[in-house]
């Protein structure tokens, strides 16, 4: 992979992906072209104590809205919260 130095690597495929900083970046670009506070997978599956393949499974049913940032998924912060107090208020799994 090379490196570039705003944060970003060149994949084998060559498409460019976030690498630590560059996660932010891409961050605080879905937020404010979204309008809302986002969550990385692993950020999501954190809050919802669920797998990440979990969460991925959530999106790809459209049971949690996600949109893809280049290789990475990203969830709006407001739709884990929701969806972790509806289940838990019927006292099911998330």
């Not at 060149?10 to 932010?24: F, P």
């Not at 999106?59 to 940032?69: A, C, E, S, V």
């Amino acid at each position: 992979m090379d490196t570039f130095r705003s944060g970003l690597a060149r994949c084998a495929a060559g498409k460019w992906i976030a690498k630590g900083k560059g996660m932010e970046r891409i961050r605080e670009t879905a937020e404010s072209g979204i309008g809302e506070s986002v969550l990385t997978v692993p950020e999501a599956a954190e809050l919802l104590g669920v797998t990440q393949q979990r969460v991925r499974f959530l999106i790809r049913r459209r049971k949690l809205p996600g949109r893809k940032l280049g290789r990475d998924w990203i969830v709006s912060r407001s739709a884990v919260e929701e969806r972790k107090r509806r289940l838990s208020a019927e006292g099911r799994a998330v």
